[in-house]
C-alpha cells in the first residue's frame, strides 16, 4: 500500500514540476529556441549598434547598457547555478592577428568602453546571416552557440580617416525550460563571447 | 577517367572560391558567409549531407565533400594544381571511401578527439602545452568534453643533473631514509626523477593534473585547435580554422592521410 502511495506522490510532483524531471525537446520546441535566440541576437546588435553611436544620448545609453546585460546569465554578473556553483561573470575574449594574446574583458567593461569610444561618428552593422549549432543538453540546462558577424567602423573628426574591421562573434546561449501555468516557454540567455577579429578594411 | 572527373570538379570548385568581398565597408556579402563554415558544429552537417546528394548521384556527393576541403590542398594562390599524384589519389580515395560507407559524422562518436594548443602559466613562466580532449556520453543525449592527454617537454620532469651521485644509497634504508627530506626540497626538486623507479613512465596528464591542482599551474588561453577523425576507412582527417575573406574559409579539411587498418586499431 505504501508502494503505491510513494508511486502516486511522485507522479503528482512530476506534473506539478514537470521542469524538474527535464524533457527532451522536440521539434516544434527548437523552432521557438531558435526564433527567441534570433529575437535575442537582433536586439543586442541593435543595442550595440545605439550604445556605440555618437548620435545616441547618454540617459538613453544607460538605459541600453542596462537592457544589454539583462539578455546575459547573471545580468552580465558572476552568478550561482542551480546546483550552488559560482562562475564569473560572462566575458568577451578578443583574439586578433595584431596581438599574440587574446584580451579578455567583462561584458559590462565591453559595453562601457564601446560607449566611450572616442571617434567622431561610429557605425556598427551586423549581417543578416548567423549560424547556430545543435542546442545540447548541459545538467539542467540546454546550451548552443550562435555565431555572427559585425562591422565597426570609427570616423575621424577630419571625417577622411576612419577604422574598421569585422569581427566574428562566437556567442554562448543557455537556454532554459521554464514551467507557468500558461505553460512551458524558453528562457535565453548570452555567456561568455569568443571574438575573431582579422578582417581589416 | 575518374581523376580527370575530379580535376574537373576541382576546377568548378576553385572559380566558386575566387570572388571576393568587394562590397561597401558597412555592408556584408551575405552570399559569402553562407558559403564559410564558421562552426565545426555547421561543418559536421555539412559533412552528413553527402547522404542527401547521394540521390543526385556521386558528382553531387563528391562536390558536397570537397567543398570541406582546405583548397589549399590542391590548389595555389594562383589556382595552380599543386597536389601531388599521391595526395589526388588519396582525395579520390578518400571521398569514394565515405561515399561507399556512407560515413557520418556524430558529436558522440569516439573515433574524433580535439588537440588544442594552449598558451600556460607555470609560476611566473608562459608555457607551451598540448591538450587532447574526447567527447563522452554522460547521460541520454547528454555529451561533455573530457581532457584525455597532455603533451609538452616541461611535463615529462626531465631532471635538470643526471649522474651517478643523485642515487639513494643502498644503506638509506638502515637510516630510516634519512636523505628523503633533502632530495625533495624545493631547490632539489627538478632532480627529483634521478630517484624514481624506471618501471613507472611518466603520465604527462597527471603531472598537468598535479600542477593545476596544487594552484602552480593554469591555462591562459587556447592559441589552435585541429580536429582529428578517424571515422572514414583507410583514412584520418584533420579539420582546421581558416580565417579568410572568401568562401573555401572556416572549419575545413586541412589533412587527408592514409592510415593502415592496423594503426586505427
Same mark, same amino acid.
Given at each position: 500500500?505504501?508502494?503505491?502511495?510513494y508511486?502516486?506522490?511522485?507522479?503528482l510532483?512530476?506534473?506539478?514540476?514537470?521542469?524538474?524531471?527535464?524533457q527532451?525537446?522536440?521539434?516544434s520546441?527548437?523552432?521557438a529556441i531558435?526564433?527567441? *535566440?534570433?529575437?535575442?541576437?537582433e536586439?543586442?546588435?541593435?543595442? *550595440?549598434?545605439?550604445?556605440?553611436?555618437?548620435?545616441?544620448?547618454?540617459?538613453g545609453?544607460?538605459?541600453?547598457?542596462?537592457?544589454?546585460?539583462?539578455?546575459f546569465?547573471g545580468?552580465?554578473?558572476e552568478?550561482?547555478?542551480?546546483?550552488?556553483?559560482?562562475?564569473?561573470a560572462?566575458?568577451?575574449?578578443?583574439?586578433?592577428?595584431?596581438?599574440?594574446?587574446?584580451?579578455?574583458?567583462?561584458?559590462?567593461?565591453?559595453?562601457n568602453r564601446?560607449?566611450?569610444?572616442?571617434?567622431?561618428? *561610429?557605425?556598427?552593422?551586423?549581417?543578416?546571416?548567423y549560424?547556430?549549432?545543435?542546442?545540447?543538453?548541459?545538467?539542467?540546462?540546454?546550451?548552443?552557440?550562435?555565431?555572427?558577424?559585425?562591422?565597426?567602423?570609427?570616423?575621424?573628426?577630419?571625417?577622411?580617416?576612419?577604422?574598421?574591421? *569585422?569581427t566574428?562573434?562566437?556567442?554562448?546561449?543557455?537556454?532554459?525550460r521554464?514551467?507557468?501555468?500558461?505553460?512551458?516557454?524558453?528562457?535565453?540567455?548570452?555567456?561568455?563571447?569568443d571574438?575573431?577579429?582579422?578582417?581589416?578594411? | 577517367?575518374?581523376?580527370i572527373?575530379?580535376i574537373?570538379l576541382?576546377s568548378?570548385?576553385?572559380?566558386?572560391?575566387?570572388y571576393?568581398?568587394?562590397?561597401?565597408?558597412?555592408?556584408f556579402?551575405?552570399?559569402?558567409?553562407?558559403?564559410?563554415?564558421?562552426?565545426?558544429?555547421?561543418?559536421? =552537417?555539412?559533412?552528413?549531407?553527402?547522404?542527401?546528394?547521394?540521390?543526385?548521384?556521386?558528382?553531387?556527393?563528391?562536390?558536397?565533400?570537397? =567543398?570541406?576541403?582546405?583548397?589549399?590542398?590542391?590548389?595555389?594562390?594562383n589556382?595552380?594544381?599543386i597536389?601531388?599524384?599521391?595526395m589526388?589519389k588519396? #582525395?579520390?580515395?578518400?571521398?569514394?571511401?565515405?561515399?561507399?560507407?556512407?560515413?557520418?559524422?556524430?558529436f558522440?562518436?569516439?573515433?574524433?578527439?580535439?588537440?588544442?594548443?594552449?598558451?600556460?602559466?607555470?609560476k611566473?613562466?608562459?608555457?607551451?602545452?598540448?591538450?587532447?580532449?574526447?567527447?563522452?556520453?554522460?547521460?541520454?543525449?547528454?555529451?561533455?568534453?573530457?581532457?584525455?592527454?597532455?603533451?609538452?617537454d616541461?611535463?615529462?620532469?626531465?631532471?635538470?643533473?643526471?649522474?651517478?651521485?643523485?642515487?639513494?644509497?643502498?644503506?638509506?634504508?638502515e637510516?630510516?631514509?634519512?636523505?628523503?627530506?633533502?632530495?625533495?626540497? =624545493?631547490?632539489?626538486?627538478?632532480?627529483?626523477?634521478?630517484?624514481?623507479?624506471?618501471?613507472?613512465?611518466?603520465?604527462?596528464?597527471? #603531472?598537468?593534473?598535479?600542477?593545476?591542482?596544487?594552484?602552480?599551474?593554469?591555462?591562459?588561453?587556447?592559441?589552435?585547435?585541429?580536429?582529428?577523425?578517424?571515422?572514414?576507412?583507410?583514412?584520418?582527417f584533420?579539420v582546421?580554422?581558416?580565417d579568410?575573406?572568401?568562401?573555401?574559409?572556416?572549419?575545413?579539411?586541412?589533412?587527408?592521410?592514409?592510415v593502415?587498418?592496423?594503426e586505427? =586499431?
Amino acid at each position: 500500500m505504501k508502494k503505491f502511495f510513494y508511486l502516486f506522490a511522485c507522479l503528482l510532483i512530476m506534473n506539478i514540476f514537470p521542469s524538474a524531471f527535464a524533457q527532451q525537446p522536440t521539434q516544434s520546441d527548437f523552432e521557438a529556441i531558435h526564433a527567441e *535566440v534570433g529575437h535575442m541576437i537582433e536586439r543586442f546588435e541593435r543595442n *550595440v549598434a545605439y550604445i556605440g553611436s555618437k548620435n545616441s544620448g547618454e540617459t538613453g545609453k544607460d538605459t541600453y547598457i542596462k537592457s544589454t546585460l539583462r539578455l546575459f546569465i547573471g545580468d552580465g554578473k558572476e552568478y550561482t547555478d542551480s546546483y550552488g556553483n559560482t562562475w564569473p561573470a560572462p566575458h568577451m575574449q578578443v583574439s586578433s592577428t595584431r596581438t599574440t594574446t587574446p584580451i579578455n574583458r567583462t561584458i559590462p567593461d565591453y559595453l562601457n568602453r564601446l560607449r566611450g569610444l572616442t571617434y567622431a561618428k *561610429v557605425q556598427i552593422t551586423s549581417a543578416d546571416h548567423y549560424t547556430l549549432t545543435n542546442i545540447y543538453k548541459v545538467g539542467d540546462h540546454y546550451e548552443a552557440v550562435a555565431t555572427i558577424y559585425q562591422k565597426f567602423c570609427g570616423y575621424y573628426s577630419d571625417g577622411l580617416r576612419r577604422y574598421c574591421d *569585422v569581427t566574428q562573434k562566437s556567442i554562448r546561449v543557455y537556454i532554459e525550460r521554464i514551467t507557468e501555468y500558461e505553460g512551458t516557454r524558453w528562457k535565453i540567455r548570452f555567456g561568455d563571447i569568443d571574438v575573431i577579429d582579422t578582417q581589416k578594411q | 577517367m575518374k581523376r580527370i572527373f575530379i580535376i574537373t570538379l576541382f576546377s568548378v570548385f576553385l572559380s566558386q572560391m575566387a570572388y571576393a568581398q568587394i562590397l561597401s565597408p558597412l555592408f556584408f556579402n551575405e552570399e559569402l558567409l553562407e558559403s564559410q563554415i564558421p562552426q565545426l558544429d555547421e561543418f559536421t =552537417k555539412r559533412f552528413n549531407s553527402h547522404i542527401d546528394s547521394v540521390q543526385y548521384g556521386y558528382d553531387a556527393e563528391a562536390r558536397a565533400i570537397m =567543398k570541406l576541403l582546405n583548397r589549399e590542398l590542391i590548389w595555389d594562390s594562383n589556382g595552380n594544381l599543386i597536389a601531388s599524384d599521391t595526395m589526388q589519389k588519396n #582525395v579520390i580515395d578518400f571521398i569514394q571511401n565515405i561515399s561507399n560507407s556512407s560515413i557520418q559524422l556524430h558529436f558522440a562518436d569516439t573515433s574524433w578527439f580535439a588537440r588544442a594548443e594552449c598558451s600556460a602559466q607555470y609560476k611566473d613562466k608562459n608555457l607551451s602545452l598540448v591538450l587532447y580532449l574526447r567527447t563522452r556520453t554522460i547521460g541520454p543525449d547528454e555529451f561533455c568534453w573530457k581532457i584525455c592527454g597532455a603533451e609538452a617537454d616541461w611535463l615529462l620532469l626531465h631532471p635538470q643533473k643526471e649522474n651517478n651521485g643523485l642515487i639513494l644509497s643502498p644503506i638509506e634504508n638502515e637510516l630510516r631514509f634519512i636523505s628523503l627530506p633533502y632530495i625533495t626540497k =624545493k631547490e632539489n626538486g627538478n632532480n627529483i626523477l634521478n630517484y624514481m623507479s624506471d618501471e613507472h613512465a611518466i603520465d604527462p596528464l597527471s #603531472v598537468l593534473m598535479a600542477l593545476i591542482y596544487t594552484g602552480d599551474l593554469s591555462i591562459n588561453f587556447v592559441k589552435e585547435i585541429t580536429y582529428y577523425f578517424y571515422q572514414v576507412p583507410g583514412y584520418y582527417f584533420t579539420v582546421e580554422d581558416f580565417d579568410r575573406k572568401e568562401a573555401n574559409a572556416g572549419w575545413l579539411i586541412s589533412r587527408i592521410q592514409p592510415v593502415p587498418n592496423t594503426e586505427l =586499431k
